[in-house]
């Protein structure tokens, strides 16, 4: 099955400073990855996620980038903000699985500072 | 409204007292699947079900049995269970491209 490393376990960073959140994975044939964000309490959601036929998605002040070569995956948050503080997912699929069987990285906490 | 329901939102009981988690989507979803949380270990898959009938085990499956005998629901239930199993809980249904979690169940086994 699919292996996912995903580092730092905690973050912080000072408001309106940008974070980085990355995500190796181990299966070559994955074609699809998503971050979920989790909120303290809350469940996990989607938040953004990228297809291995583009290398950069936006939206807003989120992005993800994928490297294919490297089997790496990163969230990049800029003008951080107290309401992004959460926890962020990170997951790739099966071999040979659709999208919806699902491998999460461990987590990484991040907490953003007035 | 679009969702996924778990029931209960939290339950406390002793070892060996078989118990059930309910989950239930209206969304017409053919994949479900439960995750358990825990600290630093993320979300682990139990179990999983590609459509009515059809169950196959996740990462973590020991002490936790599944059915889906309707495609709404997935009930998760624990036969047996052990202070190990105390844990937050997550349901999850999707249609093969985003993965939709339930509120949460949180389990403690005395």
């Known amino acids: 099955g699919e292996n996912v490393e995903q580092h730092p376990s905690t973050l912080s960073v000072q408001e309106g400073d940008s974070a980085v959140i990355k995500c190796t994975y181990s299966d070559s044939a994955s074609n699809y990855f998503p971050w979920y964000k989790q909120e303290l309490g809350k469940r996990p959601q989607l938040i953004i996620d990228i297809r291995s036929n583009v290398g950069e998605k936006k939206d807003q002040r989120i992005a993800v980038t994928l490297n294919k070569t490297a089997k790496h995956f990163s969230l990049h948050i800029t003008e951080t903000q107290p309401e992004d503080s959460a926890v962020y997912f990170c997951?790739?699929?099966?071999?040979?699985?659709?999208?919806?069987?699902?491998?999460f990285g461990k987590g990484t906490k991040l907490s953003v500072i007035p | 409204e679009a969702q996924v329901t778990q029931n209960p939102r939290y339950l406390i009981t002793v070892t060996g007292k078989k118990l059930t988690v309910t989950c239930s989507q209206n969304?017409?979803?053919?994949?479900m699947s439960w995750y358990r949380q825990d600290p630093g270990l993320g979300l682990r898959q139990i179990y999983y079900s590609m459509n009515v009938e059809v169950t196959d085990k996740g990462d973590v499956p020991e002490g936790y049995k599944v059915s889906r005998k309707e495609k709404r629901n997935f009930p998760l239930i624990l036969e047996s269970p052990s202070p190990n199993q105390t844990s937050l809980y997550f349901c999850?249904?999707?249609?093969?491209?985003?993965?939709?979690f339930g509120p949460g169940t949180r389990l403690t086994v005395t």
């Open positions: 969304m017409n979803h053919e994949y």
């Open positions: 997951a790739a699929p099966y071999s040979g699985a659709g999208s919806y069987q699902l491998t």
């Open positions: 999850a249904s999707s249609s093969g491209i985003e993965q939709y």
